[in-house]
């Protein structure tokens, strides 16, 4: 996912820190803070079973540079790996390590004034993002499963946004969903953060029974 994200124009300042665990303090401790965000990856039958009971919830619309985040629409299969990581390096802090002028850079130029499905369309579309992630894929730093597999993990981003909440944001969801406001001294990867976002996602996927593998990557500054 690194080199997928430096294709893109992130800087290489930005790291990407596995999280083996969201309630020992020695292995959060190598983890450096602030984190700008934690994106998890969980098997799409357990984010089924989680997010039913939010099904209806009103499809969003938004768009500009008024709102507190950016969210992309998944209409591209097997970028669940590429939402993700665009809804995490595009929200909040780490977008300071989005070089000027860089692919990203152009597209979120692009995207930012556009409605969700225009912005889909926009992805959907983007010969130089498509060659990216194929790129990335080749190299392994993404799966690249076959046409025929429909089984992607999904790739949930909990992001804390300008405004100071919490947002998950999910492709293949009907918006982001904003998970409370945070202190202006905690992070993604705070206590707070976990309680409100994947604390709460994991509890209730105990709770439905389902499948609790999942994988957590935290993005932030690469220690000195």
């Not at 992309?72 to 000027?100: E, W």
Request: with cysteine.
């Amino acid at each position: 996912m690194s080199h997928l994200a430096h294709e893109l124009g992130i800087s290489s300042e930005l790291g990407f820190y596995d999280v083996y665990s969201i309630d020992e303090p020695d292995l959060l401790a190598y983890i450096p803070r602030p984190v700008y965000a934690l994106l998890a990856i969980v098997p799409p039958e357990v984010y089924g079973k989680v997010r039913h009971k939010e099904a209806n919830a009103r499809a969003y619309e938004g768009s500009g540079d008024k709102e507190p985040v950016i969210w992309f629409k998944q209409t591209i299969r097997h970028a669940c790996g590429l939402i993700g990581l665009l809804h995490s390096v595009s929200n909040g802090g780490a977008k300071q390590y989005i070089r000027t002028e860089s692919t990203l850079d152009n597209l979120l130029t692009e995207a930012v004034p556009l409605k969700p499905t225009p912005r889909a369309n926009l992805l959907y579309e983007s010969s130089i993002l498509v060659a990216v992630h194929r790129s990335a894929a080749q190299l392994g730093d993404t799966k690249a499963p076959p046409a025929e597999d429909e089984s992607d993990q999904h790739f949930i981003s909990f992001v804390k946004a300008d405004d100071g909440h919490l947002w998950e944001l999910e492709g293949g969801w009907n918006g982001p969903l904003d998970r409370g406001e945070l202190d202006p001294n905690e992070d993604a990867l705070s206590e707070k953060a976990l309680r409100l976002g994947f604390g709460a996602f994991l509890k209730e996927a105990q709770d439905e029974g389902g499948d609790l593998r999942f994988s957590l990557v935290a993005l932030a500054a690469k220690a000195d």
